[in-house]
């Protein structure tokens, strides 16, 4: 014992156990896991140059010649060392919005554990990001395996395949690069990931800067981390590397996957895309690990068959929200205060999904509730991002009155100067896409980047600038929704300042040259031709639902919600005056009332019902409740804006609706097709004849990928659904999520090629169909063969089948009967009618009918 105890005391110990500084000089002479010795687990089976070996209660280090030739020059452990303190120090510290000197705060104190879960949400990324976010906040998390961000790289019970890649998905702001640095900090520490020998940190937003250049793998790392200037191409060939990449939709690269080009030397120059795709795919450095973070629109820039795991970020849920204001603040009364009040609002409470928005409504509902300000606190988003502005104003204000040179007045009109051009820069990079810029994005905007990120405190809270390598700076707004606003901000600025040049090109959609011509008489003529408030916020409404993404969806709920007076009293003259009377915002709600939606998806339709609570206007919401409330429902007509409403309240609801039947609605056409999105939370959808179109079929196959899946019965017989949509409809039934056991398609004007997308989507997810409807259809016996090809496989669970109609022959039904004899089991029930077919072409499958091996008890063909 006592002997043991001698070798506990002399031998060097981990970090982990010792609980010594990484500048200690005992934790010097521990070193790292590095090679494959005798007597190593098998998680540490990788080629390193040092080996624990643990026997009988003790460690001892066994150092290979390898581990002394490669530190011969200054020592591997030295510069590992001193690369650990070099990301413990950047990481460690992180900043809630604010880049200013002392607003830093250690991450440990301030981190919430994040849900992420493995895989991703199904629905096609058609949506804007806080569709997504309500979508997310609608998902059933009982029978999901959440992961730790430490844990990515081990595998879950039962999954034999090691993992190399990973993608991590989420929304913007959700917490991925919080994730990464705390992932990375625990590593720095030693006390997670110890597997690892050498972590590399790299965001794209920095590779940016050097994407025209070539570089080799070891030259790129010397360049973002100088702390590795003396590591050589061999160490790097024997340790355990892992690779973040953080950032994928901020990258200005252009990752091909499909070039033939080869890269395998670490010291071997190429260019940067040609680096990073060798690096993904494999080819260079096949060890190591590799972790991708991206917002969701970005990700499939990498291809799947490169990908070992992709995990989604969900943001917090309920109980995080909860844990991260009580962590904020130590006043447990104002904590609770604040809770009470997101839960008073479903946009906030939503929106608290995003840590970069709990900041957000943590900050303004602190100096709210903290001072003597009086007054009904924001509920909506509008409101809430208003008063944000305000805050930081206050803020700013307090600081530089304490120096007695600093006029307040003037510091006003500082900050509504900056504030503006921010907003231009918001406003001509958010139809881009852009979230990240650069000094000449800047300078073109007319933003001086000394007065932007010195003299404007205001700014440096809602603009954050990042120093990155060559003495250049990275410049983003906080969070996209902070863009967007700024952004509405600029447009509405512009249109009480009858810019007549920037709305014409926003709401025309087309860039014009601006005149030359200074005459006083154009522009007094171009003044009067700017529309009025209510034309303006219309005709923004109409470019925004043309949008197929969506991608306006929140700058135009943020300029609807601009226009009400008390928004733009509390931004103290910064976007103008306008007539503003009652009768005019009248007509805006009654323009939004009456928007036409035709040929627009029902989803996008339902951002008009938003636009409206961002205007205070709850008439029909209230109106929506009652009807919910009522017995006799059909009696009671629908408008569309109600029918909109309706949809995105029962698809919120966290009662599953148990029949969607259109037809039961007492509304126009357009307003059943409104309806739509409500598919995604019930069990049987009814929408025989009601119009659908190609259109309607994505938002259906949104609903069968959506976690959970509710339906069960979907009814869309005589709709003109085209192979098109059939083929949307298809990529529904693929999703494992989908859980779909009747499907109806009669008259939906159908050919072989649907027959082909239904057998591809059956072939992926067999299990659940039990009824397909495909009669008075165009299918032809080409149709039916792809359909046999389905009929055949054991996995297949359909028992009746319908193909009346359908200009089939004699070619059919034997497809049919040789399908059945490979599959006997399942079909009971065939129907053939009206295909003019003889009794010797149907014999066999009457023989088939009369064997009882088989299970087809009803034959109808007549």
């Given at each position: 014992?006592?002997?043991?105890?001698?070798?506990?005391?002399?031998?060097?110990?981990?970090?982990?156990?010792?609980?010594?500084?990484?500048?200690?000089?005992?934790?010097?002479?521990?070193?790292?896991?590095?090679?494959?010795?005798?007597?190593?687990?098998?998680?540490?089976?990788?080629?390193?140059?040092?080996?624990?070996?643990?026997?009988?209660?003790?460690?001892?280090?066994?150092?290979?010649?390898?581990?002394?030739?490669?530190?011969?020059?200054?020592?591997?452990?030295?510069?590992?060392?001193?690369?650990r303190i070099s990301l413990r120090e950047r990481c460690e510290h992180v900043t809630e919005g604010s880049d200013e000197a002392g607003s830093r705060t250690l991450l440990n104190r301030i981190y919430t554990e994040l849900y992420i879960t493995e895989g991703q949400s199904e629905e096609v990324n058609s949506q804007h990001e806080v569709r997504q976010l309500e979508t997310a906040s609608k998902m059933e998390s009982l029978h999901e395996t959440p992961i730790k961000c430490q844990d990515i790289f081990k595998a879950l019970p039962g999954q034999q395949t090691p993992i190399r890649v990973v993608l991590t998905n989420g929304v913007a702001g959700v917490g991925k690069t919080f994730s990464v640095q705390k992932f990375t900090l625990d590593w720095a520490e030693g006390s997670e990931n110890q597997d690892v020998s050498l972590l590399v940190l790299l965001s794209f937003r920095e590779l940016n800067l050097i994407r025209d250049e070539r570089y080799s793998l070891l030259e790129l790392l010397r360049v973002f981390h100088p702390t590795l200037q003396e590591i050589r191409a061999e160490t790097l060939a024997v340790c355990k590397l892992l690779f973040i990449f953080d950032g994928l939709d901020e990258s200005r690269l252009w990752l091909d996957f499909n070039i033939s080009e080869a890269v395998s030397d670490v010291s071997e120059k190429s260019s940067l895309n040609v680096l990073l795709a060798n690096l993904i795919k494999g080819n260079l450095l096949p060890s190591a690990l590799i972790w991708i973070t991206s917002r969701p629109a970005a990700a499939n820039q990498i291809p799947p068959s490169c990908v070992d795991r992709v995990t989604e970020v969900r943001g917090f849920t309920d109980a995080q929200k909860e844990e991260y204001f009580r962590?904020?603040?130590?006043?447990?009364?104002?904590?609770?205060?604040?809770?009470?009040?997101?839960?008073?609002?479903?946009?906030?409470?939503?929106?608290?999904?995003?840590?970069?928005?709990?900041?957000?409504?943590?900050?303004?509902?602190?100096?709210?509730?903290?001072?003597?300000?009086?007054?009904?606190?924001?509920?909506?988003?509008?409101?809430?991002?208003?008063?944000?502005?305000?805050?930081?104003?206050?803020?700013?204000?307090?600081?530089?009155?304490?120096?007695?040179?600093?006029?307040?007045?003037?510091?006003?009109?500082?900050?509504?100067?900056?504030?503006?051009?921010?907003?231009?820069?918001?406003?001509?990079?958010?139809?881009?896409?852009?979230?990240?810029?650069?000094?000449?994005?800047?300078?073109?905007?007319?933003?001086?980047?000394?007065?932007?990120?010195?003299?404007?405190?205001?700014?440096?809270?809602?603009?954050?600038?990042?120093?990155?390598?060559?003495?250049?700076?990275?410049?983003?707004?906080?969070?996209?929704?902070?863009?967007?606003?700024?952004?509405?901000?600029?447009?509405?600025?512009?249109?009480?300042?009858?810019?007549?040049?920037?709305?014409?090109?926003?709401?025309?959609?087309?860039?014009?040259?601006?005149?030359?011509?200074?005459?006083?008489?154009?522009?007094?003529?171009?003044?009067?031709?700017?529309?009025?408030?209510?034309?303006?916020?219309?005709?923004?409404?109409?470019?925004?639902?043309?949008?197929?993404?969506?991608?306006?969806?929140?700058?135009?709920?943020?300029?609807?919600?601009?226009?009400?007076?008390?928004?733009?009293?509390?931004?103290?003259?910064?976007?103008?005056?306008?007539?503003?009377?009652?009768?005019?915002?009248?007509?805006?709600?009654?323009?939004?009332?009456?928007?036409?939606?035709?040929?627009?998806?029902?989803?996008?339709?339902?951002?008009?019902?938003?636009?409206?609570?961002?205007?205070?206007?709850?008439?029909?919401?209230?109106?929506?409740?009652?009807?919910?409330?009522?017995?006799?429902?059909?009696?009671?007509?629908?408008?569309?804006?109600?029918?909109?409403?309706?949809?995105?309240?029962?698809?919120?609801?966290?009662?599953?609706?148990?029949?969607?039947?259109?037809?039961?609605?007492?509304?126009?056409?357009?307003?059943?097709?409104?309806?739509?999105?409500?598919?995604?939370?019930?069990?049987?959808?009814?929408?025989?004849?009601?119009?659908?179109?190609?259109?309607?079929?994505?938002?259906?196959?949104?609903?069968?990928?959506?976690?959970?899946?509710?339906?069960?019965?979907?009814?869309?017989?005589?709709?003109?659904?085209?192979?098109?949509?059939?083929?949307?409809?298809?990529?529904?039934?693929?999703?494992?999520?989908?859980?779909?056991?009747?499907?109806?398609?009669?008259?939906?004007?159908?050919?072989?090629?649907?027959?082909?997308?239904?057998?591809?989507?059956?072939?992926?997810?067999?299990?659940?169909?039990?009824?397909?409807?495909?009669?008075?259809?165009?299918?032809?016996?080409?149709?039916?063969?792809?359909?046999?090809?389905?009929?055949?496989?054991?996995?297949?669970?359909?028992?009746?089948?319908?193909?009346?109609?359908?200009?089939?022959?004699?070619?059919?039904?034997?497809?049919?009967?040789?399908?059945?004899?490979?599959?006997?089991?399942?079909?009971?029930?065939?129907?053939?009618?009206?295909?003019?077919?003889?009794?010797?072409?149907?014999?066999?499958?009457?023989?088939?009918?009369?064997?009882?091996?088989?299970?087809?008890?009803?034959?109808?063909?007549?």
């Amino acid at each position: 014992m006592s002997n043991q105890g001698d070798e506990e005391e002399d031998r060097p110990k981990s970090p982990m156990s010792s609980g010594l500084s990484l500048k200690s000089d005992r934790f010097k002479d521990w070193l790292p896991n590095f090679i494959n010795e005798p007597g190593c687990s098998d998680s540490q089976i990788i080629k390193r140059p040092v080996c624990v070996e643990e026997r009988s209660g003790t460690r001892r280090l066994q150092i290979s010649s390898q581990s002394r030739s490669v530190t011969a020059d200054r020592g591997l452990q030295e510069v590992l060392d001193e690369h650990r303190i070099s990301l413990r120090e950047r990481c460690e510290h992180v900043t809630e919005g604010s880049d200013e000197a002392g607003s830093r705060t250690l991450l440990n104190r301030i981190y919430t554990e994040l849900y992420i879960t493995e895989g991703q949400s199904e629905e096609v990324n058609s949506q804007h990001e806080v569709r997504q976010l309500e979508t997310a906040s609608k998902m059933e998390s009982l029978h999901e395996t959440p992961i730790k961000c430490q844990d990515i790289f081990k595998a879950l019970p039962g999954q034999q395949t090691p993992i190399r890649v990973v993608l991590t998905n989420g929304v913007a702001g959700v917490g991925k690069t919080f994730s990464v640095q705390k992932f990375t900090l625990d590593w720095a520490e030693g006390s997670e990931n110890q597997d690892v020998s050498l972590l590399v940190l790299l965001s794209f937003r920095e590779l940016n800067l050097i994407r025209d250049e070539r570089y080799s793998l070891l030259e790129l790392l010397r360049v973002f981390h100088p702390t590795l200037q003396e590591i050589r191409a061999e160490t790097l060939a024997v340790c355990k590397l892992l690779f973040i990449f953080d950032g994928l939709d901020e990258s200005r690269l252009w990752l091909d996957f499909n070039i033939s080009e080869a890269v395998s030397d670490v010291s071997e120059k190429s260019s940067l895309n040609v680096l990073l795709a060798n690096l993904i795919k494999g080819n260079l450095l096949p060890s190591a690990l590799i972790w991708i973070t991206s917002r969701p629109a970005a990700a499939n820039q990498i291809p799947p068959s490169c990908v070992d795991r992709v995990t989604e970020v969900r943001g917090f849920t309920d109980a995080q929200k909860e844990e991260y204001f009580r962590r904020r603040f130590s006043d447990e009364d104002l904590s609770s205060r604040i809770i009470s009040h997101i839960k008073t609002s479903r946009s906030l409470h939503i929106m608290c999904l995003i840590p970069v928005f709990c900041w957000i409504t943590a900050t303004v509902l602190e100096h709210m509730m903290s001072t003597e300000q009086r007054g009904e606190l924001p509920k909506t988003l509008t409101d809430m991002y208003s008063h944000f502005l305000l805050v930081q104003t206050k803020r700013k204000k307090k600081k530089y009155d304490e120096g007695p040179q600093m006029n307040p007045e003037e510091l006003t009109r500082s900050d509504r100067k900056v504030l503006l051009k921010l907003g231009r820069l918001a406003f001509e990079h958010l139809e881009n896409g852009n979230i990240m810029f650069y000094q000449e994005d800047l300078e073109r905007c007319g933003l001086d980047v000394t007065e932007a990120s010195v003299y404007s405190g205001v700014c440096t809270e809602i603009f954050k600038r990042e120093s990155v390598i060559f003495q250049k700076t990275v410049y983003c707004f906080v969070h996209l929704s902070v863009q967007e606003f700024l952004a509405a901000v600029h447009m509405y600025h512009c249109f009480t300042n009858r810019n007549t040049d920037v709305i014409e090109a926003f709401l025309k959609d087309i860039k014009h040259k601006k005149s030359s011509s200074k005459s006083l008489l154009k522009r007094i003529t171009k003044f009067f031709q700017t529309p009025s408030l209510d034309v303006f916020l219309k005709r923004a409404m109409e470019k925004s639902l043309k949008s197929p993404n969506g991608h306006l969806d929140l700058f135009v709920r943020f300029l609807h919600g601009l226009s009400l007076e008390s928004n733009r009293r509390l931004l103290g003259g910064l976007l103008g005056q306008t007539d503003n009377s009652p009768e005019m915002v009248q007509r805006v709600f009654n323009n939004l009332k009456e928007m036409n939606s035709d040929g627009i998806s029902p989803d996008r339709s339902i951002n008009i019902f938003h636009c409206l609570t961002e205007m205070n206007d709850l008439s029909v919401h209230q109106d929506i409740q009652k009807f919910l409330k009522s017995k006799n429902r059909s009696k009671r007509k629908l408008s569309e804006i109600q029918c909109s409403a309706l949809a995105y309240m029962l698809q919120m609801s966290e009662e599953v609706l148990r029949v969607l039947d259109l037809k039961k609605y007492n509304t126009s056409v357009q307003g059943r097709l409104r309806l739509i999105p409500a598919v995604r939370n019930c069990r049987k959808a009814v929408f025989s004849n009601c119009g659908l179109s190609e259109t309607h079929c994505e938002v259906v196959a949104s609903a069968l990928m959506s976690n959970p899946s509710h339906l069960r019965y979907l009814d869309l017989e005589n709709n003109k659904l085209q192979d098109s949509g059939v083929k949307l409809l298809s990529a529904g039934l693929k999703s494992a999520n989908c859980q779909l056991e009747t499907l109806k398609l009669d008259r939906c004007g159908l050919s072989k090629i649907s027959c082909s997308s239904l057998a591809s989507a059956l072939r992926s997810n067999p299990s659940n169909l039990r009824k397909l409807w495909l009669s008075h259809n165009n299918l032809q016996d080409s149709g039916v063969k792809l359909l046999c090809d389905i009929l055949k496989s054991p996995n297949c669970q359909l028992e009746f089948l319908w193909l009346v109609s359908c200009g089939l022959s004699k070619i059919s039904c034997s497809s049919l009967a040789s399908a059945l004899r490979s599959n006997p089991s399942h079909l009971r029930e065939l129907w053939l009618r009206y295909n003019n077919l003889r009794h010797s072409d149907v014999k066999p499958l009457s023989d088939l009918q009369k064997d009882p091996d088989y299970r087809l008890k009803t034959l109808q063909w007549s």
